[in-house]
T-cell receptor
Framework: AQTVTQSQPEMSVQEAETVTLSCTYDTSESDYYLFWYKQPPSRQMILVIRQEAYKQQNATENRFSVNFQKAAKSFSLKISDSQLGDAAMYFCAYGSSNTGKLIFGQGTTLQVKP | DSGVTQTPKHLITATGQRVTLRCSPRSGDLSVYWYQQSLDQGLQFLIQYYNGEERAKGNILERFSAQQFPDLHSELNLSSLELGDSALYFC?????????????FGPGTRLTVL
């Protein structure tokens, strides 16, 4: 069975600074996808970034980028130039290629200080 | 707005009761997923449907059941409710059941069992 672990329950960053959220996963599958979702206080789940396991190049979306280390089964999220609106719970998720079901980590609450 | 609608937004009921949560996927999406978010269990995959057929099952209790109708909307039925069933229930949809496609999440239904 696949598992996802986020070891940082809470993180804090100063506005305009950079922060990295950690995520590790375990799987025996060779074809899968990895995601970071943001959940603000509204509770809406918002996709931040996705990574295909077969791609070596790390995904980037504006201020958000990932460091995907397939051999180490590590998938961290880097947020550059942090903004107050980035404050939220962030979930790392594993997506099975066959079924598409998502397996989520425990989440990391990110606080952005002005 | 993700395009996925869920009703009702809030539901308060008593132990032992039965409730039905409804989800309408984005236009064109054939796959529907149900997730439960609770304080002690985190975000958990419950069940997936694709074009009316059950595709994958997760940690769904026997007291819970779901179906996807010909018009592609889905319903999650929760019966013999217990206090521990209090949670935020998300529906998500995607074009097909593979993991390559983004899942779009609805706003959730908050269930409170008293």
């Amino acid at each position: 069975a696949q598992t996802v672990t986020q070891s940082q329950p809470e993180m804090s960053v100063q506005e305009a600074e950079t922060v990295t959220l950690s995520c590790t996963y375990d799987t025996s599958e060779s074809d899968y996808y990895l995601f970071w979702y943001k959940q603000p206080p509204s509770r809406q789940m918002i996709l931040v970034i996705r990574q295909e396991a077969y791609k070596q190049q790390n995904a980037t979306e504006n201020r958000f980028s990932v460091n995907f280390q397939k051999a180490a089964k590590s998938f961290s999220l880097k947020i550059s130039d942090s903004q107050l609106g980035d404050a939220a719970m962030y979930f790392c998720a594993y997506g099975s290629s066959n079924t598409g079901k998502l397996i989520f980590g425990q989440g990391t609450t990110l606080q952005v200080k002005p | 707005d993700s395009g996925v609608t869920q009703t009702p937004k809030h539901l308060i009921t008593a132990t032992g009761q039965r409730v039905t949560l409804r989800c309408s996927p984005r236009s064109g999406d054939l796959s529907v997923y149900w997730y439960q978010q609770s304080l002690d269990q985190g975000l958990q995959f419950l069940i997936q449907y694709y074009n009316g057929e059950e595709r994958a099952k997760g940690n769904i209790l026997e007291r819970f059941s779901a179906q996807q109708f010909p018009d592609l909307h889905s319903e999650l039925n929760l019966s013999s409710l217990e206090l521990g069933d209090s949670a935020l229930y998300f529906c998500a949809s995607s074009v097909d059941p593979s993991g390559r496609n983004e899942q779009f999440f609805g706003p959730g239904t908050r269930l409170t069992v008293l």
